[in-house]
């Protein structure tokens, strides 16, 4: 694994148990560095259970205290009920009380302003989407005019996580901060480091991770069988991940000096994201990540070349 540079940045996707996967690679980097992560990363930004990863770790916790904290709470947190089981004929199919009191018992009444105004500063970037006024809120330490430092940090966490069906909306408005385009928060972590931290890319890492890609697995004789309600599925996968790879795309594109390094394994299946059965299965793609990681095996996303036309106009 290339050294990292002077400042590091990690960004980690949302995915929901399939927070497993980046929690166990980023036990693995910890151990091959000999140190924490919130002492290799300075900057961290996460959406969803993204950023239940990243607010574990500017809190001071281990990568695999948090992979334990999946291994632990995901039986709880998606606990089959009357809710899960009736739905869609209820509102939505889990409550948020259990990962609440698990963020609590972890965080501590935290506020995000607890992070920034320390002696190691850390910031962490936490996308919540805002359904009353239509848009992405950036929620970090220090955006005094808009009172983010005073948001406690179990609030935010939890309103970048509580995806719509999946969970209710926080305070009846904040949903998951992947419903607009950042469910990758790579490029927010990349604009973060030079035009809000003054960070020279040159002397920046910036290190994201994804919570593992599904095979397509769809065939031309079963979609041109397909009724209005098949459409759901492939349509809403086809725009996350289009979304994901084309905020990797934006951050070559406008950060080329960045020391970049995409990491995304590949599953071997449909991975749903609220089957804590398929923990054990996850933890090991994390560690085919953690070995990516250390190896520099970047995501096929990372670095395609634009093709040379073969005339002009």
Not at 89 to 117: C, H, I, N, Q
Not at 172 to 199: I, K, T
Not at 257 to 280: C, K, N, T
Request: glycine residues 8%; aromatic residues 12%; hydrophobic residues 40%.
């Amino acid at each position: 694994m290339k050294p990292f540079r002077k400042n590091v940045a990690l960004a980690v996707d949302g995915g929901g148990i399939k927070g497993v996967v980046p929690s166990r690679a980023i036990a693995i980097l910890e151990d091959h560095l000999h140190k924490p992560s919130y002492e290799i990363f300075n900057l961290l930004a996460g959406t969803s259970t993204g950023s239940i990863i990243s607010a574990g770790i500017a809190t001071g916790l281990f990568g695999e205290e948090i992979h334990k904290l999946y291994c632990e709470m995901g039986p709880v947190i998606f606990k089959k009920t009357w809710r899960s089981t009736f739905w869609p004929l209820t509102r939505y199919r889990y409550p948020l009380e259990p990962l609440e009191e698990a963020l609590e018992s972890r965080m501590a009444g935290k506020v995000m302003g607890d992070f920034w105004f320390t002696d190691q500063p850390i910031d962490l970037v936490i996308p919540v989407f805002d359904l009353v006024d239509n848009q992405t809120l950036f929620i970090k330490p220090f955006n005094l005019s808009r009172g983010y430092d005073q948001w406690p940090v179990v609030k935010a966490v939890l309103a970048s996580s509580s995806v719509p069906s999946f969970f209710p909306p926080v305070e009846g408005r904040y949903v998951d901060g992947g419903v607009g385009s950042y469910h990758n928060p790579c490029y927010v972590a990349a604009y973060e480091a030079q035009f809000v931290l003054g960070w020279d890319p040159a002397e920046t890492t910036l290190i994201s991770l994804g919570t593992g890609r599904e095979p397509h697995t769809l065939r031309p004789e079963q979609i041109r069988k397909f009724w209005p309600w098949h459409w759901i599925a492939p349509v809403l996968g086809a725009f996350q991940e289009s979304s994901d790879d084309q905020q990797v795309h934006l951050v070559e594109t406008f950060f080329p000096e960045l020391d970049f390094r995409r990491f995304q394994v590949d599953l071997d299946g449909s991975y749903p994201m609220d089957d804590p059965d398929r923990i054990p299965a996850l933890t090991v793609f994390g560690d085919q990540l953690g070995e990516m990681i250390l190896a520099d095996q970047v995501d096929s996303a990372q670095s395609i070349q634009a093709k040379k036309a073969p005339y002009t106009i």
